[in-house]
C-alpha cells in the first residue's frame, strides 16, 4: 500500500501492444483468470458445431431422457436430443444476445449520455428525463413488456434488452462527461478552437472509456440473464433451436419424475456465463480505476 | 423537509407522465390486430367495425392515448381479452399475494445480509470474508429461475418428507401454516439475488464506517467491541443499505414474475405471463404501469428516508 515507492512506468519505444497487455494481465491476475474464462465460452461458442458430439434438434426416440453418461455426457432430454450439444449450441444465442443488445444500449446511451453532457441545456433535461422514465421500469418487466410486444424473436429480445441497457449508459456517461468537461485540457481545446464533435469524440470519449467498458462488461452479464429468462417465459428463441432458458422451462414438466439432468446442464451454463462476465467486470472496475490503482 | 418532498413529487410528475407514454407505445407498436384477439377468430367485417369503435381503435393514436390516460387516471384500465374482468380487479386481487412474496424476500435478505454481511466485515480477509465474498459473486449470477427448481427438486422431491410442496397458494387468512410452507422456496428463490447485493452492501459500508476517526475514538473511551460495532458501526452504515433495499424493490418485481410462474403462485407476476401468449394488452398494460408506479414510489421513499437519516444531505441539492 505504499504508493511513494512505485516506480513511474514510462511507455517505451520499443514496446509492443502484446508486451503491454502481458505487463497488465501480470500485475491483475483476476484480470487473467476473467479473461481466460469468457476465451472459453468464446470458444465454446465459436467451435460449438464441430465440438458437438450431436445435432442439437436431431430427435432420437430410443435415447430419450437417458441420465448422464459416457454417451451422453448430460444426458439427454424426452425427446433423446443430447443436453451438452445442445448447451454449446445455447452458448451461441447467449452470448450473441448479450454482445449484440449491449451493443445496442452502448451506441444510443453513449451517444445521449456524451451530447447531454456535453450540450447541457435543453436537450440534456429532455433526454435525461426520458432517461428517468426508462429508469423508472424494473429492468426485466420492461424488456418482457417489449419483447412480448414485439412477439417471441431472438432479434425482439436483442432489442429489448438493448433498449434496457441505454439509459446505465446514458446516466454513466453523462456524470463522466460533467466531470472531465471543466478540466484544462478540455478548456484548452476549445480555446484553439477545436470543434466540439472533435472534443467530445476526441478528447472527452478516451477519458470516460474506462468506466465504459467496466460497464458494458457487467452489462453483458445482465443481458445473458435477461435473455435466459426471457427464454425462460417464451419470448426467447423458439423450439426446437436450443436455447438454455428454454431448455430449463421445458424441463420443467420432468422435475417430478427427477430428470434432474434436463436442466443441470443449460443452468450450469448460464451461472458460468453470469458469472464469467461479472467476474471481469469486477476485476476490470479494479484494474481500471485510477483510485484503486494509485492506493494499491 | 416538507418542501424537499413536494419538489420530489412534482418532478416525478413529468416522470410518470413519460412512463405512461412508455408504456400506450410499447402495446401499440405490437404487430397483430388486438381487435381479432378481442373479436374471435374470422369474424364478420361489420363485427371487427364495431368492436374498433367500441375499443375506440378507430380514433388517431393521440386521441387513444389521451382516452386511455384519463380512463387510466380513474382507476379503468381496461377489461381483459381473455376473461373480459376489470384489469384493475385482477391487479387488487392478486397484488396482496405478491406483496406477501416480495415482503418475505426483503425480510429474508436483509436480515441475513446484516448477520453475514457484519461478520464479513469484522473478520476482513479471513476464510468467512472469502466464502461470503465468493457467494455474493455466485448470487449475482445464478438464474433465480433455475435456483427455484433445484429447491423444489430438493424440497419436495429429493428430501423424504416433503418438507415444502413443490407450488401452489394458501392464502393466510384460511391457513397460516400452509401459507408459510408454500411461501418460504419461492421467497428464498427471490431473496438470493438480492442478498449477494445486499451483503456486498452491508460489508463494504461497515469497512468504510470502520475508518472513521469516530470509531477509534470509541475504542479508545473503553467501550467493548460488540458495542462498537452495534451502537457506533452498524448505526452509520446502515445509511446506504436502505438505499440498496429501495431499489430493490424492482429486483423483487422482476423476480415475482419468475418465481410466481415456476411455484404456480396467482399473483401479479404470473398474471402477467398468462397473458403474453394470448397477446392480452390491457392487463400486461396495467401490469407493466403498477410495477413502474411502485418501482417510482418506492425509489422516492428511500430518497426521502435517505435524506431523513442522514444530515448531511441537504435537501436542495439531494435530488440532483
Same mark, same amino acid.
Given at each position: 500500500?505504499?504508493?511513494?515507492? +512505485?516506480?513511474?512506468?514510462?511507455?517505451? =519505444?520499443?514496446?509492443?501492444?502484446?508486451?503491454?497487455?502481458?505487463?497488465? %494481465?501480470?500485475?491483475?491476475?483476476? &484480470?487473467?483468470?476473467?479473461?481466460? +474464462?469468457? !476465451?472459453?465460452?468464446?470458444?465454446?461458442?465459436?467451435?460449438?458445431?464441430?465440438?458437438?458430439?450431436?445435432?442439437?434438434?436431431? $430427435?432420437?426416440?430410443?435415447?430419450?431422457?437417458?441420465?448422464?453418461?459416457?454417451?451422453?455426457?448430460f444426458g439427454t432430454d424426452d425427446l433423446g436430443r443430447d443436453v451438452f450439444s445442445r448447451v454449446l449450441w445455447g452458448s451461441r444465442v447467449s452470448l450473441s444476445v448479450g454482445v449484440i443488445s449491449v451493443s445496442i444500449g452502448f451506441l444510443i446511451g453513449v451517444s445521449v449520455g456524451l451530447l447531454a453532457g456535453y450540450l447541457g441545456g435543453t436537450f440534456d433535461l429532455l433526454a435525461m428525463r426520458v432517461i428517468d422514465a426508462l429508469l423508472a421500469f424494473p429492468a426485466l418487466v420492461l424488456a418482457i413488456a417489449i419483447t412480448a410486444s414485439l412477439g417471441p424473436q431472438i432479434q425482439n429480445a &436483442?432489442?429489448?434488452?438493448?433498449?434496457?441497457?441505454?439509459?446505465?449508459?446514458?446516466?454513466?456517461?453523462?456524470?463522466?462527461?460533467?466531470? $472531465?468537461?471543466?478540466?484544462?485540457?478540455?478548456?484548452?481545446? =476549445?480555446?484553439?478552437? $477545436?470543434?466540439?464533435? =472533435?472534443? $467530445?469524440?476526441?478528447?472527452?470519449?478516451?477519458?470516460?472509456?474506462?468506466?465504459?467498458?467496466?460497464? !458494458?462488461?457487467?452489462?453483458?452479464?445482465?443481458?445473458? +440473464?435477461?435473455? !435466459?429468462?426471457?427464454?425462460? %417465459?417464451? %419470448?426467447?428463441?423458439?423450439?426446437?433451436?436450443?436455447?438454455?432458458?428454454?431448455?430449463?422451462?421445458?424441463?420443467? =414438466?420432468?422435475?417430478?419424475n427427477m430428470k434432474w439432468w434436463m436442466s443441470a446442464g443449460p443452468g450450469i451454463a448460464i451461472f458460468i456465463a453470469v458469472f464469467t462476465f461479472n467476474f471481469l467486470g469486477d476485476a476490470l472496475r479494479d484494474a481500471l480505476d485510477p483510485r484503486l490503482r494509485r492506493s494499491g | 423537509m416538507t418542501q424537499y418532498i413536494l419538489r420530489r413529487l412534482l418532478l416525478m410528475i413529468p416522470v410518470a407522465f413519460l412512463v405512461t407514454i412508455g408504456i400506450f407505445v410499447i402495446i401499440r407498436i405490437a404487430p397483430g390486430d388486438p381487435v381479432l384477439t378481442y373479436a374471435g377468430e374470422d369474424p364478420d367485417p361489420a363485427v371487427i367495425a364495431a368492436v374498433r369503435a367500441q375499443l375506440g381503435l378507430d380514433q388517431p393514436v393521440p386521441v387513444q392515448y389521451a382516452a386511455w390516460l384519463s380512463r387510466a387516471l380513474q382507476g379503468d384500465l381496461g377489461r381483459s381479452f381473455q376473461t373480459h374482468q376489470r384489469v384493475l380487479d385482477a391487479i387488487v386481487e392478486r397484488l396482496p399475494v405478491t406483496f406477501e412474496l416480495g415482503a418475505a424476500a426483503i425480510?429474508?435478505?436483509?436480515?441475513?445480509?446484516?448477520?453475514?454481511?457484519?461478520?464479513?466485515?469484522?473478520?476482513? @480477509?479471513?476464510?468467512?470474508?472469502?466464502?461470503?465474498?465468493? #457467494?455474493?459473486?455466485?448470487?449475482?449470477?445464478?438464474? @433465480?429461475?433455475?435456483?427455484?427448481?433445484?429447491?423444489?427438486?430438493?424440497?419436495?422431491?429429493?428430501?423424504?418428507?416433503?418438507?415444502?410442496?413443490?407450488?401452489?397458494?394458501?392464502?393466510?387468512?384460511?391457513?397460516?401454516?400452509? @401459507?408459510?410452507?408454500?411461501?418460504?422456496?419461492?421467497?428464498?428463490? #427471490?431473496?438470493?439475488?438480492?442478498?449477494?447485493?445486499?451483503?456486498?452492501?452491508?460489508?463494504?459500508?461497515?469497512?468504510?464506517?470502520?475508518? /472513521?476517526?469516530? /470509531?477509534?475514538?470509541?475504542?479508545?473511551?473503553?467501550?467493548?467491541?460488540?458495542?462498537?460495532?452495534?451502537?457506533?458501526?452498524?448505526? @452509520?452504515?446502515? #445509511?446506504?443499505?436502505?438505499?440498496?433495499?429501495?431499489?430493490?424493490?424492482?429486483?423483487?418485481?422482476?423476480?415475482?414474475?419468475?418465481?410466481e410462474t415456476i411455484f404456480f403462485i396467482p399473483g401479479i407476476g404470473r398474471l402477467a405471463v398468462q397473458a403474453i401468449p394470448s397477446q392480452d394488452y390491457p392487463v400486461v398494460q396495467g401490469v407493466v404501469l403498477v410495477a413502474a408506479l411502485s418501482y417510482m414510489v418506492s425509489t422516492l421513499a428511500v430518497d426521502v428516508l435517505y435524506a431523513y437519516l442522514d444530515p448531511r444531505i441537504s435537501f436542495g441539492g439531494a435530488e440532483a
Open positions: 500500500m505504499s504508493g511513494a515507492t +512505485l516506480p513511474v512506468t514510462m511507455p517505451l =519505444r520499443g514496446h509492443s501492444r502484446a508486451s503491454s497487455l502481458r505487463w497488465f %494481465l501480470r500485475k491483475n491476475p483476476r &484480470m487473467l483468470v476473467g479473461v481466460v +474464462l469468457l !476465451a472459453i465460452l468464446l470458444f465454446v461458442a465459436a467451435f460449438a458445431p464441430i465440438i458437438a458430439p450431436y445435432d442439437p434438434i436431431k $430427435v432420437s426416440v430410443p435415447d430419450q431422457l437417458q441420465p448422464p453418461s459416457i454417451d451422453h455426457w &436483442m432489442i429489448a434488452i438493448g433498449i434496457v441497457a441505454i439509459p446505465g449508459y446514458a446516466r454513466l456517461t453523462r456524470g463522466q462527461v460533467l466531470a $472531465v468537461r471543466g478540466r484544462d485540457f478540455i478548456v484548452a481545446a =476549445r480555446t484553439v478552437g $477545436v470543434p466540439p464533435f =472533435r472534443i $467530445v469524440l476526441r478528447h472527452i470519449f478516451p477519458n470516460i472509456a474506462n468506466a465504459l467498458v467496466v460497464q !458494458a462488461t457487467l452489462a453483458t452479464a445482465f443481458a445473458i +440473464l435477461a435473455e !435466459a429468462a426471457l427464454s425462460f %417465459l417464451g %419470448l426467447g428463441p423458439q423450439p426446437p433451436y436450443p436455447s438454455w432458458g428454454q431448455d430449463i422451462n421445458y424441463s420443467q =414438466r420432468y422435475l417430478a | 425480510l429474508i435478505s436483509v436480515s441475513l445480509a446484516l448477520v453475514i454481511g457484519t461478520i464479513s466485515a469484522i473478520k476482513r @480477509n479471513s476464510a468467512v470474508d472469502l466464502l461470503t465474498t465468493s #457467494i455474493t459473486l455466485a448470487g449475482v449470477s445464478f438464474p @433465480n429461475f433455475y435456483l427455484g427448481l433445484l429447491l423444489i427438486l430438493l424440497f419436495a422431491y429429493v428430501i423424504p418428507g416433503h418438507i415444502f410442496p413443490p407450488g401452489g397458494w394458501t392464502p393466510f387468512s384460511t391457513d397460516p401454516g400452509d @401459507n408459510l410452507r408454500r411461501l418460504i422456496l419461492p421467497a428464498i428463490t #427471490i431473496a438470493t439475488a438480492s442478498l449477494a447485493v445486499n451483503l456486498r452492501q452491508v460489508r463494504s459500508s461497515l469497512l468504510d464506517v470502520f475508518g /472513521m476517526d469516530y /470509531m477509534r475514538t470509541a475504542r479508545a473511551k473503553g467501550l467493548r467491541e460488540r458495542a462498537v460495532v452495534t451502537r457506533h458501526a452498524l448505526k @452509520n452504515a446502515l #445509511i446506504p443499505v436502505v438505499t440498496i433495499i429501495g431499489i430493490q424493490v424492482g429486483a423483487i418485481i422482476e423476480g415475482a414474475i419468475i418465481t
